[in-house]
């Protein structure tokens, strides 16, 4: 090697002495050299909407945290998880990164709050888990210390999460169901693991924990009702195709709805760029999932707030989503077939009507349109009146809208930045 060397000029000599060291050195598992394994973890990063969280708003670092984690509690702020060695995970072994992800516990020994969803990344492979630890040691270190845990007393103390964690914490692997086909266990997989959807859309108890008999049957949070995910014909997706489901999450249009809020920003975010088989999975699983039963009754035509808000709606609101609700497919929502227009709640009814939204834009369906408020041309008892006339017609029935139902969701809004 030395002979060959000096034949050489100088700088192609230095090539082959560190080609020939680099050759001698093995690939360590989840390093530079494993493009195989950081490209799973890139894509599981993205299944499991990790920028959505850790990206921080003001800087747009990706992964670089801070970014203000809404609970029921008060608001904890995602840590940096860049390579980072004083403000982000860059000293963390993969053993402490696997622990943290799938256990709920930090290097230190103290335990996670549940905003970051170990509950269900322990659905999660350790394989699943190092490599997306490969992937984040690839982007770019951020110094960006971040101060996580904002909670006022008493829940700003760590050590009540083991208390937490052994009433409601159940760590495990995924285990495919082999009586369900290979797609099914695929979408119960994301679903239940990287997705956690259960996070958003499943009812919680006065702890904040998962209510194991209302799974998917839909939450409030940041302002937004997350809607009923089921096969439920009334509330949830039992009237939507296989297709229509993998649209909304590949696109965020389909032929009925359009995501807006929180729902935008996972399409945006996540959805978008998984491959259509996963999303086909998704939707095989989400339709196999029980829905509720719903004893509401539908309140009649002739009802003094039907009529006013008909009306209203006819001024108002017809002009884009027609007169029958049927709106435009893949632009404008169709409410007389969604389901979530007569959710449990009427919080996002509420809050599109008062502060308006827009939905989300793709490369797909690149036209994100957007809804005006009508908060300041209409009172509440308008508000009320139009919010309970869509929620029970077109076959639909949902509980009434109040004026008071209004005044508290203008108040709450008042309240927020987003």
């Not at 335990?111 to 492979?125: I, K």
Request: hydrophobic share 40%.
């Amino acid at each position: 090697m030395r002979e060959q060397a000096r034949k050489l000029p100088v700088s192609c000599a230095a090539w082959v002495t560190l080609a020939a060291l680099c050759a001698s050195v093995p690939a360590r598992a989840g390093g530079p050299q494993d493009f195989a394994r950081i490209e799973r973890g890139r894509y599981l990063t993205i299944a499991a909407d990790c920028a959505a969280c850790h990206t921080d708003p003001v800087s747009n670092s990706a992964f670089a945290g801070g970014r203000s984690i809404e609970t029921p509690f008060g608001m904890v702020a995602a840590p940096n998880i860049t390579p980072d060695r004083q403000t982000g995970i860059g000293t963390w072994s993969d053993s402490d990164f696997d622990r943290a992800l799938r256990q709920g516990v930090r290097p230190d020994g103290k335990r996670l709050y549940p905003a970051m969803p170990y509950l269900y990344f322990t659905r999660m492979s350790r394989e699943d888990v190092l490599s997306i630890r490969a992937y984040l040691n690839t982007v770019a270190s951020v110094h960006h210390a971040v101060r996580a845990n904002l909670l006022p007393f008493p829940f700003n103390i760590r050590g009540l999460m083991r208390v937490w964690d052994a009433w409601y914490f159940t760590p495990g692997e995924y285990k495919p169901d082999h009586a369900k086909s290979p797609s099914w266990n695929r979408g119960a997989y994301l679903v239940e693991g990287p997705g956690h959807c259960a996070a958003c859309h499943s009812p919680k108890n006065f702890l904040g924990a998962d209510r194991a008999d209302q799974r998917f049957h839909g939450y409030s949070l940041q302002g937004w009702f997350a809607p009923n995910i089921t096969a439920d014909r009334q509330r949830g997706l039992g009237n939507w195709s296989d297709t229509d489901i993998l649209e909304y999450l590949k696109k965020g249009h389909n032929r009925l709805a359009a995501a807006s809020g929180p729902m935008a920003e996972e399409v945006e975010n996540s959805s978008s760029k998984m491959t259509d088989a996963d999303l086909a999975a998704i939707a095989t699983y989400l339709k196999d999932q029980p829905g509720e039963t719903a004893d509401t009754q539908r309140i009649a035509e002739t009802d003094r707030y039907m009529k006013v808000g008909a009306a209203i709606y006819s001024d108002r609101c017809a002009a884009c989503h027609k007169l029958d609700g049927t709106g435009v497919a893949y632009l404008i929502p169709n409410l007389a077939e969604s389901s979530s227009v007569n959710s449990r709640q009427p919080l996002t009814a509420l809050r599109v009507i008062l502060r308006g939204t827009r939905t989300v834009a793709t490369r797909s369906e690149p036209t994100g349109p957007a809804m005006p408020s009508f908060g300041w041309q209409l009172n509440d008892a308008e508000v009320a009146a139009v919010a309970t006339y869509i929620r029970n017609s077109w076959g639909h029935a949902a509980s009434r809208v109040t004026a008071e139902d209004v005044s508290k969701a203008r108040k709450s809004l008042a309240a927020r930045r987003d």
